[in-house]
């Protein structure tokens, strides 16, 4: 993105690599920015604001991603449809909160759990299920057992 300062796009990358918070590594670099006696001490433009915003949203997004990835479950960085559930929803409240819209984000999670369900054996949907139904409940989306499944 042009026009944006170097020291905005470094704070962006930290917050796109933060831990299961991202919202918090937000925080840390508008105040790191803006405020500390170390940091810059910054006037941000509101489109640098913005920016350092979509980079939580992207964060939030990646670790949903690697929630919903079949392929990750059992490894040590997976952590559960619980996270992905979790993680929807501070998701969403940051999004609206700071008026993104909600239905691209909402669209790009869903395609995320159709492929994470079509890739569950029978035996591991139904251990799943109360989760899956949780999650695509905060999702706004029906959820019917068969829904997902090949015939």
Not at 92 to 108: M, Y
Request: net charge negative; proline share 3%.
């Amino acid at each position: 993105m042009e026009n944006i300062r170097e020291e905005v796009k470094e704070e962006a990358e930290i917050i796109r690599h933060a831990g299961e918070i991202p919202e918090v590594a937000f925080w840390n670099s508008l105040h790191y920015l803006t405020e500390d006696p170390e940091g810059p001490k910054l006037k941000l433009l509101p489109k640098e604001e913005e920016y350092l915003k979509k980079a939580v949203i992207e964060r939030y997004l990646l670790i949903i991603e690697r929630d919903l990835t079949y392929e990750n479950k059992g490894k040590s960085h997976y952590r559960g449809l619980e996270r992905a559930i979790t993680n929807w929803k501070r998701l969403s409240t940051f999004a609206e909160r700071e008026g993104f819209a909600l239905e691209p984000l909402r669209k790009k999670v869903l395609e995320c759990l159709q492929t994470y369900l079509k890739k569950l054996s029978e035996k591991e949907f139904f251990q799943e299920k109360e989760q899956l139904e949780e999650l695509a409940g905060v999702l706004g989306a029906s959820f019917n057992e068969n829904q997902f499944k090949e015939s």
